[in-house]
């Protein structure tokens, strides 16, 4: 089988020539339908880069990406809207919802793009509302809404369109630790119902959730380790264990 | 193109979220379309009821002289005879000739102006008869004494209009002449080109041959006559025929001798000037159209720098640079859509009002302001085209814009 995601040797770079910076250096990764995974690693250690890379918003300087059997890493930027609006839900830090649109046009706005008619666009946008327990706010805009609410609009957005990747970039960074644990817990629902989630945190505790742990420092992978279904393990614990694999 | 629609939508919906801000934008267009409207409309509106009363007084006329000091051009009953056989299109041709003198009645003592007419006067009179007739070939041919008076100098001497059948004494030239009164015209409309004032002369027309009669003076030549066009007859074929005519019979072929002034000729000129004008009017409203058409820009770019994230949002999933652009551009191109009909119509308005107030003010001004489709057509166009050439710039910075640029910034 054809792996989800196959990145070999990638490479970005930013001001070539003098004050070079390498903030991904030669990464090779293979991520599989129906995982979880995590990328984890401190500001600065490049990880945005690295999720901007996988969620086609940027394109690598060399070395190829492979997004469902497509290479992706030469295309367009219209192309590159088309892959994303296709294959990758987003799900923001800053939720990233447009203010002045209500819960429901939010969602609704990636189905808009895939040219998804009206009826069925709100059908499937209600749906995934439901989902994500906010079936009551549809009608509600953002400023009306908690960050965890707001979160929850933007995960029903990602959904929406079933795409094949959900790329979560701190999805609980703005999130007090109530909403935090809703959000994770959704998180953890859609990879139980076999999606493919792609989680980036810096939070060893956030990344506990996922089921593989990819570490990034400086730019290169330096650890990537499959966690064990050890019967109920604690949170804490996975936490524990990957903060010491770290060091 | 379900997509386009769905553009629109996400245009209205902003500029529904930024209601104020919208309108304002939108009056530079209204303040543009409608001064554009309104000069256009009241430019035509006047033009027609100016070409509506100058037609009434001399439509199709034409005046054809000589300035001959030798005698040996001026124009003979045998050229008249000889133009009205060759040249089509003729209804009739006059000559004249105006002295004045006195009359006194019960109403007291009035100057006179005497126009000797030839028998075609009926043709070039604009106003029509009221009570009586004009005076026919016959009298003319015969020099009797009839004149015609208009009906307000009839009034004003014999206080009515009820005068054919009576005499009218009237110095001329230190000789009493006693005119018999056969005809009243009808009082001209009053318009913009009747000058009346107290102690105008009265006007009376009577048969040009009455003076050969009276004076022993003969009517052989004219130094100028005047012709009548056939409705709708082309005055400048006419002209050039009968001059062409004349300077064969008089051996003066291309020299200039006979000088012409047509009266359609001499309205094209002041249609043209006042097109001129409507357009020069209209240019300078058609800046202002232009000034509000920079303020969508303005705005528009304000709104790009503002929506930089929601544009990041957009592309981030899945808005193409098309998609952007369309979105923008469909903002600006309904505001000034809207800003144009609603500036077309005020300007409609505010043509009839103006026209409401000028007839109220001075009746004898009063028109009707006529706005043609060709006006709004051109006018809508134009003020779409002002929307898309100024929301392009705008709508393409918003698309050109790459989505982690615009994430990133908040």
């Known amino acids: 089988m054809n792996p989800l995601i196959e990145v070999r040797n990638l490479m970005k770079i930013y001001n070539p020539g003098e004050n070079e910076v390498h903030a991904l250096d030669d990464i090779s990764l293979r991520i599989d339908a129906g995982e979880f995974v995590a990328v984890i690693g401190q500001s600065g250690s490049g990880k945005s880069t690295f999720m901007n890379m996988l969620g086609c918003l940027d394109v690598p300087t060399s070395g190829s990406y492979y997004l469902n059997g497509e290479d992706v890493a030469g295309l367009t930027d219209d192309a590159l809207s088309e892959i994303r609006n296709r294959e990758i839900g987003f799900i923001f830090q800053g939720f990233n919802l447009i203010p002045n649109l209500t819960a429901l046009e939010n969602v609704e706005l990636p189905l808009i793009y895939r040219n998804i008619p009206a009826a069925k666009r709100h059908a499937l946008s209600v749906a995934s509302l439901e989902k994500v327990g906010l079936k009551n706010r549809m009608e509600h805009k953002p400023s009306e809404m908690s960050g965890g609410q707001q979160q929850r609009v933007a995960i029903a957005r990602a959904l929406a369109a079933a795409p094949p990747v959900i790329l979560a970039d701190e999805p609980t960074g703005n999130l007090d630790s109530a909403s935090s644990k809703e959000i994770m817990q959704i998180l953890r629902d859609l990879h139980k119902e076999g999606r493919t989630v792609i989680l980036i945190t810096h939070d060893n505790k956030i990344a506990a959730s996922a089921k593989r742990v990819i570490r990034i420092i400086d730019g290169k992978i330096v650890s990537d380790t499959r966690i064990k279904e050890e019967g109920n393990q604690d949170i804490e614990a996975i936490a524990a264990k990957i903060e010491a694999e770290g060091e | ?410």
């Open chain 2, 1 to 410: 193109m379900s997509q386009f629609f769905e553009y629109l939508k996400m245009a209205v919906s902003n500029i529904r979220a930024n209601k104020m801000r919208s309108f304002l934008t939108m009056l530079g267009i209204i303040i543009g379309i409608s001064s554009v409207i309104l000069i256009m409309s009241l430019g035509n509106g006047a033009r027609n009821i100016i070409t509506e009363q100058m037609s009434g007084i001399a439509s199709g006329q034409i005046a054809l002289y000589t300035y001959d000091d030798t005698g040996s051009y001026e124009i003979t009953k045998d050229d008249i005879a000889a133009i009205k056989e060759q040249v089509d299109g003729i209804r009739g041709i006059n000559s004249y000739m105006s002295i004045s003198g006195t009359t006194s009645t019960k109403k007291g003592e009035f100057q006179v102006q005497a126009s000797g007419q030839m028998a075609s006067y009926m043709i070039f009179s604009s106003t029509g008869i009221l009570k009586g007739r004009y005076f026919n070939e016959t009298e003319y041919l015969a020099g009797q004494p009839v004149c015609l008076i208009g009906e307000r100098d009839a009034v004003r001497i014999f206080g009515s209009t009820d005068v054919v059948g009576m005499n009218l004494d009237v110095m001329l030239w230190e000789k009493e002449v006693t005119f018999t009164i056969i005809g009243v015209e009808q009082a001209e409309k009053e318009s913009m080109f009747t000058f009346t004032y107290e102690n105008s002369p009265i006007y009376i027309y009577f048969p040009l041959t009455v003076l050969e009669q009276v004076y022993g003076m003969e009517f052989e030549t004219y130094y100028q006559i005047y012709l009548m066009a056939e409705d709708g007859a082309d005055t400048g074929t006419i002209t050039t025929q009968v001059v062409d005519l004349l300077e064969r019979r008089h051996q003066c072929i291309g020299e200039d001798i006979y000088q012409y002034e047509s009266f359609n000729d001499y309205m094209e000129t002041v249609n043209t000037v006042l097109n001129v004008v409507t357009m020069l009017i209209s240019l300078v409203a058609a800046i202002s159209l232009i000034v509000g058409g920079i303020g969508v820009m303005n705005i528009m770019l304000v709104s790009v720098t503002e929506r930089t994230r929601e544009i990041g949002i957009r592309k981030a999933l899945g808005a193409k640079t098309r998609s952007i652009l369309l979105q923008f551009l469909s903002e600006s191109a309904i505001i000034t859509m809207i800003g144009g009909l609603i500036g077309i119509i005020s300007g409609v308005a505010e043509a009839f009002l103006v026209a409401k107030i000028v007839a109220a003010v001075n009746p004898v001004f009063a028109f009707t302001p006529s706005v043609s489709v060709v006006t709004v057509v051109v006018t809508t166009v134009f003020s779409s085209a002002i929307g898309l050439f100024f929301g392009i710039y705008p709508a393409r910075k918003a698309a050109k814009m790459s989505p982690i640029e615009a994430l990133r910034r908040n």
